[in-house]
């Protein structure tokens, strides 16, 4: 179905790191293949060869052919290539068309000319497979990330291609979203679908995928059957830069609370569109905490955190520390928030001057301390470069960095780890930890459990705009994440 021969790609003069180097793949029907490794090893790279962004899109130096069932597809334009391979991207507003999802998901079946009949046929069948009835006729900028994801997947199963290509489909997903994916991926496995994955979260895909390609520097440094890939020790699993292969099972914590003092907030509401989508009336919050902000996708969790940096100006709420209360528009200089799709926050052409724009000043000192955070960040070597042209992992930890020198004394992470690897992942925990040591209140919306497991010491769970239950690591809220994590469906996938 695919063959790559003699691959060598890079998209610029600079060595920018992405690079592919002597790529030699085959790939047969039907086959579901896992493409794993760390930020920047290529895989995206490698995805954008199979669905004809690059060389259509993506520019560059090509060497090598790229043939799907025999035909050299870096030859033809992307509009024969759509209706063979269907996408889906890390970022999946990039590929909307339309206002509302149901007509998200009739674009390309109409850009192809299919009769409105055969549409619907396809459109029922997909919004039963996917089970996303709830959102269809919804505007698509009323979504969480995690439901947004779900639209780009059926608008891509819409067009039956026989490929599939996704890239980190899971990286804004809750727990019980992932099963919900993992079973489409299955139905599309028994349909005989060719699936191409790039993921960081690889525990969903040990009973689905077939086989797994480990890339480093740009380059293939295994090709393993999926058998031989979940032998591997989880130790050397971590040594390479991966996640874990396994569900995470979270120990006791004896992390306590030392501060006595509280944030307050109170009357929190907000509602779009005339339906109200956050309803906190009074909430406690200890000082200098790293609080976990967990719930399904769709539960207000960014909707609270945007209204708690007063970045919604029709939201009500105070939030009251010590003897001062602050408005909405008085929280802007108290918070800063890096915000789940990091490439909105992105305003300059090289990642120093980035970092160097959530301070006051320009001054020596200040770029000492931005050198500092990069390094630890592991982006010293990129700095120079345009923040734009990073990986969405590369991209996070740019506004990760900006976020650490802020000064700020509340700092809010939309899905901070989404897109990154193991290694990444607990760099990124390590310096939420010396961010809270220093005194700062941070606040930190994630479905990623072993960032959890890392580094908070104190959770909110909302569901349907409302807080469910909060506090510390007690004995109950332990078993309350555990249960939350452990979906049935997701589980009883893996362990089939």
Known sequence: MIKLQGIWFSYGNENTGDELRNINLTIPEGQVVLICGESGCGKTTLTRLINGLIPNYYEGKLQGSVLIEDTNISEKPLY??????????????????????????????????????????????????????????????????????????????????????????SSNLDIKSIGDLAKVIALWKEQKKTIIITEHRLSYLMALADRVIYMKNGEIAEDLRIEEFKNIPQKEIYNMGLRSIAPITFQHHNDKILEKEMLELSNFHFSYEKIPTLEINHLKIPKRSIVGIIGNNGAGKTTFARCLCGLEKKSAGELQIGRKIFSGKQRLNQCYMVMQNPSHQLFTEEVMDEVLLSMEDDTEENREL??????????????????????????????????????????????PTSGLDFRHMKEVARNLQKLGAMGNTLFIITHDPELIAECCNYFIFMEQGKVLWSGGWSDLNMQRIINFFEATQYMELIHR
């Open 80 to 169: 024969d290539i759509a209706p063979l391979v269907g996408s889906v991207f890390q970022n999946p507003r990039s590929q909307f068309f339309s206002m509302d999802t149901t007509s998200e998901l009739a674009f390309g079946c109409e850009n192809i000319g299919l009769s409105e009949d055969l549409i619907t046929e396809r459109m029922e069948r997909v919004v039963s497979d996917f089970q996303i009835s709830y959102l269809m006729g919804r505007s698509i900028f009323a979504l969480s990330g995690g439901e947004k994801q779900k639209i780009a997947c059926a608008s891509s199963a819409m067009m039956e291609p026989k490929i599939f290509v996704l890239d980190e489909p």
């Open 370 to 415: 931005v050198n500092k955070v990069l390094h630890d960040l592991n982006l010293q070597g990129l700095k120079n470069r345009h923040p734009m042209s990073f990986s969405g992992g590369q991209q996070q930890r740019v506004a990760i960095a900006s976020a650490i020198v802020s000064g700020r004394s509340m700092m809010v992470f939309d899905e």
